[in-house]
């Protein structure tokens, strides 16, 4: 029962990781916003890059990710 829960939680195409990433751009924009309201000037957009560009690592880690494991059990099947 466990494993069936636990497999909600795993990316497993690319389009689920899109969704998550289109996800935590939008929580990551609405952050850099309100920090925008409470830093303004030049400390607040560079918390509002700080917070995008955190999305853009992640977004890459993720898609990395994702094609590591899907050559990785590519690999296991061929070698069965």
Do not use: N, W
């Not at 990316?11 to 289109?22: D, G, Q």
């Not at 935590?24 to 890059?49: F, N, T």
């Amino acid at each position: 029962m466990l494993k069936k829960i636990g497999r909600l939680f795993v990316i497993k195409t690319r389009l689920e990781a899109c969704l998550i990433i289109y996800a935590l751009g939008v929580g990551a924009m609405a952050r850099g916003m309100a920090y925008l309201d409470h830093y303004p000037g030049i400390g607040g957009k560079l918390l509002l890059v700080a917070c995008s560009g955190s999305v853009f690592l992640a977004g890459a880690k993720i898609f990395d990710c994702l094609r590591y494991e899907q050559a990785a059990a590519e690999a296991a099947k061929q070698a069965s």
